[in-house]
């Protein structure tokens, strides 16, 4: 186990069994944990584990972050049209690469 105190953390080994009261989140368990989370299946026990992780760690705080908007922008992207001139230029393209794999 290796602990950072100036950020708080206590980072477990892997593989390392680890008592209940003890028990902490590295990056790969936050990540493999948010959607459960996002979805409010996961325990409180589980989800203040997960929010104690997300406390010390700016990077899975930004995963969170882009993991949350992603549906939005997915969204904003299928309702968006493409531009006439830039869907003829792309079709032309593709004709032509079409063509010349023939």
Request: some cysteine; glycine content about 4%.
């Amino acid at each position: 186990m290796k602990r950072d105190k100036a950020l708080g953390i206590i980072e477990r080994d892997e593989g390392a069994p680890q008592p209940a009261e003890v028990r902490m989140y590295n990056c790969k368990d936050s990540i493999n944990l948010l959607l459960e989370y996002l979805d409010g299946e996961m325990s409180p026990e589980d989800a203040q584990h997960l929010r104690e992780h997300l406390r010390g760690c700016s990077p899975c705080v930004e995963f969170l972050r882009t993991y949350r908007a992603t549906p939005g922008l997915c969204k904003k992207a299928l309702v968006a049209r493409m531009p006439k001139e830039v869907s003829e230029k792309l079709t032309e393209f593709l004709r032509s690469k079409i063509k010349s794999a023939s």
